[in-house]
């Protein structure tokens, strides 16, 4: 099939990458031209595993001219939906998006698709995206089909979730649009769920919901275990072995970050509440979180005064395998280390060009030089932290990393 795929962020090139791989005609339209630059030189402008490999072995287009996918058979909507301060999505780059899109749909003759795969909020295909494209003049269901189809990847395993879905979701405006899409995703070997389009929205928010509370428990158990000299990972291990409860996402520690989950569940808050409804068990794990990764720097506190103390900070991305350091827990922790006066340097394998634009003036080193530091923090799950000298150190392990337990002093932050 002709796919286009409109956002060349992590979801956007995974999707696009991946459905080249599987034989796909694809074009991605990017607004960022140094990413198409990126695309066009066969190279990946963000890290992310597998993908370089795919892009350099594929036959993929990028382009910043809407014009140029005016021939497509499906067209995926990837851009970005950030929180806005009242944690509601700002939906400026869907509509921007779908704004540059109408010309296209005016010159387009026959029937096409176009799938939302952006996290909205329910509602929003049919209230914000439908009457935007309509604007065209042509008819959602008539000469365009619609769909809304969430995507669940995990960054730094991108490339393996998105050929490897536990489901697809298709949300359809009405079954001609899901049967078109039902065609590009038959060959996958998960069950495909159809539903309506806010259904499919919705299932988006409550999946990433549930992982956050989930999270947030293990942690919360975690906090109540270390206070009676109990092992959390062993009460994990054995809980998750409960079929009903199930293994995944209960490793206990300083809380979740990056791009995902803190968006989605702020956003499903504001979305209730303008429906006048307040979701307690949400909100309160909004603020649980934020204050999960503080117990780090109170730990450490026992041990010494972090004014002029120098701290090492290993791991800046939000989970290990990505250069993603959106909402990374690594933020917050740098951020008080900076504010308490200490002298703060940090590693991370692929991420410090990232974590660099946010905070220029801390010392971007080596492991080794990070572990030569008063203290050591780690902040994210990288196997190589598994493979460092810890003997003689003072460590707060924010992550579980086995090593790290050989340290002089050796601290948990929930075990
Ligand atoms: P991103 O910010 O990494 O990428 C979005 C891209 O869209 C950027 O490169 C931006 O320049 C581009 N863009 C913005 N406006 C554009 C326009 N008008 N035309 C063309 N390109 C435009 O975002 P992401 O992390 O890939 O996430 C995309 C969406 O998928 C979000 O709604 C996010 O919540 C959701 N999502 C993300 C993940 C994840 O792990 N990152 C997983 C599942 C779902």
């Not at 694809?26 to 990946?44: A, F, M, Q, T, W």
């Not at 801390?362 to 000298?389: K, P, Q």
Request: glycine share 8%; hydrophobic share 40%.
């Amino acid at each position: 099939m002709k796919i286009s795929v409109i956002g060349c962020g992590y979801v956007g090139l995974v999707t696009g990458a991946c459905l080249a791989n599987l034989g796909n005609k694809v074009k991605l339209v990017e607004i960022d031209e140094n990413k198409v630059e990126y695309v066009k030189r066969k190279e990946s402008p963000l890290y992310e595993k597998g993908l370089s490999e795919i892009l350099r072995e594929v036959d993929i287009e990028a382009t910043s001219d809407y014009q140029q996918i005016v021939d497509s058979d499906i067209i995926f909507i990837c851009v970005g939906t950030p929180s806005k301060a009242d944690g509601s999505i700002t939906l400026e780059y869907v509509t921007g998006s779908l704004n540059q899109l109408i010309s296209v749909l005016k010159n387009r003759k026959s029937y096409f698709l176009i799938a939302v795969k952006s996290t909205v909020v329910p509602g929003t295909t049919e209230e914000v995206v439908i009457p935007i494209l309509e604007k065209s003049g042509k008819r959602a269901g008539h000469d365009f089909g619609v769909c809304m189809t969430p995507e669940f990847l995990r960054e730094g395993k991108g490339v393996y979730d998105f050929m490897n879905p536990d489901r697809i979701i298709i949300g359809e405006y009405d079954s001609k649009s899901g049967d078109t899409l039902y065609t590009l995703y038959e060959s996958f070997d998960a069950p495909i769920v159809r539903v309506d389009l806010k259904t499919a929205e919705m299932i988006k928010y409550a999946s990433n919901s549930f992982l956050a509370t989930k999270v947030s428990f293990i942690n919360e158990i975690g906090n109540i275990c270390k206070q009676l000299d109990i092992d959390t990972y062993q009460v994990a291990n054995a809980i998750g072995l409960d079929k009903r409860i199930g293994s995944k996402f209960l490793e206990a520690g300083i809380g979740f970050g990056g791009p995902c989950l803190t968006k989605d569940v702020k956003a499903l808050i504001a979305r209730a509440e303008q429906l006048g409804y307040v979701p307690n068990i949400l909100k309160q794990i909004v603020n649980f979180n934020d204050s999960q990764a503080f117990r780090m720097i109170e730990i450490l506190k026992k041990y010494m005064l972090l004014k002029d103390s120098s701290i090492g900070v290993l791991g800046l991305s939000y989970r290990p395998d990505t250069d993603d350091v959106r909402d990374s827990r690594a933020i917050t922790i740098v951020d008080v280390l900076l504010k308490e006066g200490a002298v703060v340097k940090v590693y991370d394998p692929q991420a410090m060009h990232n974590f660099k634009k946010l905070f220029p003036h801390v010392e971007y080193t080596t492991a080794e030089e990070v572990l030569n530091c008063d203290a050591i923090l780690i902040v994210t799950e990288w196997e190589e932290f598994e493979l460092l000298d810890y003997r003689g150190k003072l460590v707060i392990d924010g992550r579980r990393i086995l090593k790290a337990r050989e340290a002089m002093i050796y601290e948990g932050v929930c075990w």
